[in-house]
């Protein structure tokens, strides 16, 4: 059984910075492909970032190209997420996630349906 645990949400200001992290437990964390997903209050959830086992493909959403990063750590069995200049409009519960994507393209990294495995997520509230 894989296990994922989010940490690092919290309260910032618009344009201020966080930097969430999973720690995933329970199978080699470096067989999994790993992303970041979000679900604002009414809204569907969408993605945010994946990043390939051995870190070599990363993908973004548009919105979120520049702004964010994500990076991963085998060796501590964990993956980040890297938030800079955040908006109001980036207020949502983040979730990780990971899969087995393989050589497939971004939009097979960026699909909800390609991860098997979930954390419970980490709220991110971002004050105007």
């Known amino acids: 059984q894989v296990q994922l645990e989010e940490s690092g949400g919290g309260l910032v200001q618009a344009g201020g910075s966080l930097r969430l992290s999973c720690a995933v437990s329970?199978?080699?964390?470096?067989?999994?492909?790993m992303a970041w997903f979000r679900q604002a209050p009414g809204k569907e959830r969408e993605s945010v970032a994946a990043?390939?086992?051995?870190?070599?493909?990363?993908y973004y959403k548009d919105s979120m190209k520049g702004r964010f990063t994500v990076s991963r750590d085998n060796a501590k069995n964990t993956v980040y997420l890297q938030m800079n200049s955040l908006k109001p409009e980036d207020m949502a519960v983040y979730y990780c996630?990971?899969?087995?994507?393989?050589?497939?393209?971004?939009?097979?990294?960026?699909?909800?349906?390609?991860?098997?495995?979930w954390g419970q997520g980490t709220q991110v509230t971002v004050s105007s």
């Open positions: 996630a990971a899969g087995a994507v393989g050589f497939f393209g971004a939009s097979y990294y960026l699909k909800a349906d390609s991860y098997n495995y």
């Open positions: 990043i390939s086992r051995n870190a070599v493909s990363r």
């Open positions: 329970g199978r080699t964390f470096s067989s999994y492909d």
